[in-house]
């Protein structure tokens, strides 16, 4: 089976602008899980759809949000950059999600600097 | 937030040597994963061990875990120069949502 897909790896943008990223789940799974990881903060959870409904949330302001499509892809955006989302943005998927003892898959994530 | 507590932050030794690497956390919990990141790439599941269980293993991989002492160890017997990266537990608080909850993760180097 493929596994998680990110796209793009890299993203360059300035304050002020917004972004969409993209992530393909494993073939077959439902839930899509979105990670930020930065220096400072370590890895932190973003949200959670599953069967293209958010499930899940966060600590976030508002201006991230995601969306999740019927063929179980997932986007997430962040409007109006600020330097601080400069960070490495993980997706995870997972066959269920919600459950114990499901096991959350990585991709390969995406580097976004804001200049 | 970050629920666990990691040690050490940073571990070097040699390559053939054991690491064993500790996290703490906060919560009760319903699973405990480790994963490994290389350089700052995508997170690699390595193991799941539920709360009901106590040690668990997967090839060069021990885990075990004390929900008494809410406390899990790593252990990577006969490390090897590709082992090096960082390692994270990352916990499911129970009644919690699908989402994991990390440590700050330990740094491993293995010296040739």
């Known amino acids: 089976k493929a596994g998680v897909t990110q796209t793009p790896r890299y993203l360059i943008k300035t304050r002020g602008q917004q972004v969409t990223l993209s992530c393909s789940p494993i073939s077959g799974h439902r839930s899509v899980s979105w990670y930020q990881q930065t220096p400072g903060q370590g890895l932190q959870f973003l949200f959670e759809?599953?069967?293209?409904?958010?499930?899940n949330k966060g600590n976030f302001p508002g201006r991230f949000s995601g969306r999740q499509f019927s063929n179980s892809r997932s986007e997430m955006n962040v409007s109006t950059l600020e330097l601080g989302d400069s960070a490495l943005y993980l997706c995870?998927?997972?066959?269920?999600?919600?459950?114990?003892?499901?096991?959350?898959?990585f991709g390969p994530g995406t580097r976004l600097t804001v200049l | 937030s970050q629920q666990g507590e990691e040690d050490p932050q940073a571990l070097s030794i040699q390559e053939g040597e054991n690491a064993t690497m500790n996290c703490s956390y906060k919560t009760s919990i319903n699973n405990l994963q480790w994963y490994r990141q290389n350089s700052g790439r995508g997170l690699v599941h390595l193991i799941l061990?539920?709360?009901?269980?106590r040690e668990k293993h997967s090839g060069r991989l021990r885990v075990t875990l004390d929900t008494s002492k809410k406390s899990s160890s790593l252990l990577i017997t006969a490390s090897r120069a590709a082992d090096t990266a960082s390692y994270f537990c990352?916990?499911?608080?129970?009644?919690?949502?699908?989402?994991?909850?990390f440590g700050q993760g330990t740094r491993l180097t293995i010296n040739p």
């Open positions: 990352a916990t499911i608080p129970q009644g919690g949502a699908q989402k994991l909850v």
């Open positions: 759809y599953f069967s293209e409904t958010q499930r």
């Open positions: 995870a998927s997972s066959f269920l999600g919600g459950g114990n003892t499901d096991t959350q898959y």
């Open positions: 061990i539920r709360s009901n269980e």
